[in-house]
C-alpha cells in the first residue's frame, strides 16, 4: 500500500472528523457538526407564518429571540410523522454569506454526540447532475450503520436563507 492513499487533499475526509450531534428521521440516521448546535429544546408551540413554503412550520419566541423552524422531514421529501415526546428541535446557527442565522429544525429523536474520525468519513455518493447532494458533508461510517452528515449552511439555499431571515425580521 502506497502512502498516497492516505493522503487527502483540502476539504476531502481528514477534515471532517470531529464530534457530531446524531438525530433520527424516520429509519435514516443524521449527524451534525455539534460546533453548529446552540441547544436542543422539547417540541413546543410553532406559530405558522403565512406564505412560507410548507416545510417551514413557523417561529418560536426562544427566550426573546425569534427562530424560524423547518421540518426536516418536509424539507427532505419524507412523510410527516406524528410528534411524540421524543419529538424535538435542534437549534442550529446556519452561515451563509456572511450572515449568520438561528434556525430551529424539527427531528423525531436525538440520539447521541459521536466523534467521529476522519478516516471513518467517506465523500457523499453522487448520483447524477439531478440530484443535488451538495448538503451531504460526508457519510460517517460507525459500525455496521451508516450515518449522514449533513452540511447545515447548505441544507437550505441562499434563497431559503434570506427568506427565513426576513421571516424572524417580521416577527419581532
Not at 22 to 42: A, M, N, P, Q, S
Not at 59 to 77: E, H, T
Not at 116 to 133: C, L, N, Q, R, Y
Amino acid at each position: 500500500m502506497s502512502t498516497a492513499t492516505l493522503e487527502a487533499p483540502t476539504g476531502s475526509k481528514i477534515s471532517k472528523g470531529g464530534k457530531y450531534l446524531t438525530f433520527e428521521l424516520g429509519k435514516e440516521e443524521y449527524g451534525l457538526e455539534i460546533l453548529k448546535v446552540r441547544e436542543i429544546i422539547g417540541y413546543m408551540e410553532i406559530t405558522a407564518v403565512p406564505r412560507t413554503p410548507s416545510y417551514v412550520k413557523g417561529v418560536i419566541n426562544l427566550r426573546g429571540q425569534v427562530i424560524a423552524v423547518i421540518d426536516l422531514r418536509s424539507k427532505f421529501g419524507m412523510d410527516t410523522a406524528e410528534r411524540t415526546e421524543q419529538t424535538c428541535v435542534i437549534v442550529v446557527e446556519i452561515k451563509q454569506s456572511g450572515r449568520k442565522l438561528s434556525t430551529g429544525i424539527i427531528v423525531d429523536h436525538v440520539s447521541e454526540v459521536l466523534d467521529i474520525a476522519g478516516e471513518k468519513i467517506e465523500e457523499p455518493p453522487t448520483f447524477g447532475a439531478s440530484v443535488d447532494t451538495d448538503f451531504i458533508l460526508g457519510m460517517g461510517k460507525i459500525g455496521d450503520s451508516v450515518k449522514i452528515l449533513l452540511d447545515i449552511d447548505r441544507v437550505l439555499g441562499e434563497d431559503e436563507i434570506n427568506m427565513l431571515a426576513e421571516t424572524t425580521q417580521s416577527g419581532h
